[in-house]
């Protein structure tokens, strides 16, 4: 269904959300587009939420976005900290380029996985093997040099991004998940609108949106049902 498209109300979000809390299709000062607009995008946080709490190994991305969820940055030689993009929700998988141009995979560790002080990990240069999240930023051991890295263009990550949000001109933008959900939209617009007035489809609209969540748990975590062995990297120890 379309964010909001006055021409085909039978396919719009927001004409939806006005029949369901029984406002006629021109009235659109009742609930206003903004208003609309807000409890939408609130509506996609959650749903990409539960999305990616019920994917498993499947890897979910708004398909709104015209790239790939990924990006390559520079590294600078003696420097193992950099910071992860700010659209960037969850780190699928981080890899580095050698100086000969092989990509390397990154494995993630955890600092309480060692015993060792961090300072006295990898305490010479070379080409990263483990990343560690601290912040908003990424820590790469061992730190990367240029004998052995390739330091331009070279760290690689593949991330989970938050959905692409609706703007309040935005006509016949669909949501970024799968079509039989999209009125998961305007079933919680309609909620928002109709809570603070204590209305009687409150009921309706909550049963509504629970079996609609139960529908996109199942639907997204079978998507990965066939994946019947995970193939995991062995992870050397940390002394």
């Known amino acids: 269904m379309q964010f909001n498209n006055p021409s085909s109300p039978a396919t719009s979000l927001y004409h939806d959300t006005l029949s369901l809390c029984g406002i006629l299709s021109t009235d ?27 994917t498993g190994e499947w890897e979910f991305d708004d398909s709104n976005y015209a790239t790939l969820p990924s990006a390559k940055r520079d590294m600078t030689a003696s420097v193992n900290n950099y910071l992860i993009p700010s659209y960037a929700q969850k780190i ?7 100086n000969a141009g ?45 004998t052995t890295c390739t330091l331009t263009q070279g760290l690689e990550l593949f991330f989970s991004r938050e959905m692409d949000e609706f703007l309040i001109t935005d006509t016949t933008k669909e949501p970024g998940f799968n079509s039989d959900f999209h009125r998961m939209i305007s079933l919680k617009a309609a909620l928002d609108w109709a809570m603070p007035k204590g209305l009687s489809i409150i009921s309706s609209l909550q049963n509504q949106i629970s079996n609609m969540k139960d529908n996109i748990a199942k639907f997204y975590g079978s998507r990965d049902r066939d994946l019947k062995v995970k193939i995991v990297p062995p992870l050397r120890s940390f002394k």
């Open 102 to 146: 092989d990509w390397h995979k990154v494995t993630p560790f955890d600092k309480g996985m060692t015993k060792e002080a961090l300072e006295e990990l990898y305490t010479t240069t070379g080409l990263p093997e483990y990343y560690d999240i601290v912040g908003e930023s990424l820590v790469l051991y061992p730190t990367p040099d240029a």
């Open 28 to 54: 659109t000062t009742t609930l206003p587009v903004v208003d609309f607009t807000r409890s939408a995008n609130e509506a996609l946080k959650e749903t990409n939420q539960l999305i990616w709490q019920s």
């Open 92 to 98: 699928d998988r981080l890899q580095v380029l050698d």
